[in-house]
């Protein structure tokens, strides 16, 4: 008789006790789940009734609404480019943080070498020459792929 009661008490208990959340896309889907944690630009949680852990990008979320303290945190502010010259607005990503962001299309690029030209100076013109291609396409993210003497080629993201 005692573990029937234990085990009702806990089960009542536990929904009143969980972190329910609310996650805001930046493409305006919203997601009631059990927040976990954020780590390395990525964000854990659970699904509500559920014990399995998944994860997205912090950059696909625009919001966290604790819905116990009706508390709000911004996790990440949108990024709106108008054209070309907002090529500092894009963000390169690493493959893993790319969860929950659309992919769009692969880009490619191609840069000269000039005489003295060092390897380090070579991937930050790389680097720009693919952000302001992704900028002029409207897209916030890229994940770089290839950034040799020849051969300059990224995947880009959006929300």
Request: net charge positive; hydrophobic share 40%; glycine share 4%.
């Amino acid at each position: 008789m005692k573990n029937i009661i234990a085990v009702i008490a806990v089960l009542f208990a536990v929904p009143l006790f969980a972190q329910t959340h609310d996650i805001i896309k930046h493409n305006g889907e919203k997601v009631e789940v059990n927040y976990i944690k954020m780590d390395n630009n990525i964000v854990y949680y659970a699904l509500p009734n559920s014990m399995e852990q998944h994860k997205i990008s912090r950059y696909a979320v625009a919001q966290l609404n604790e819905k116990a303290n009706n508390n709000s945190k911004t996790v990440s502010e949108k990024i709106i480019l108008a054209d070309n010259f907002d090529y500092k607005k894009v963000i390169v990503l690493k493959e893993s943080e790319t969860i929950g962001l659309t992919k769009s299309e692969n880009l490619k690029g191609h840069h000269s070498i000039a005489k003295g030209e060092t390897r380090w100076s070579l991937a930050q013109i790389g680097e720009k020459q693919l952000k302001q291609n992704a900028a002029k396409k409207g897209y916030q993210f890229i994940v770089i792929t290839s950034n040799k003497k020849d051969n300059l080629t990224a995947i880009a993201y959006v929300y």
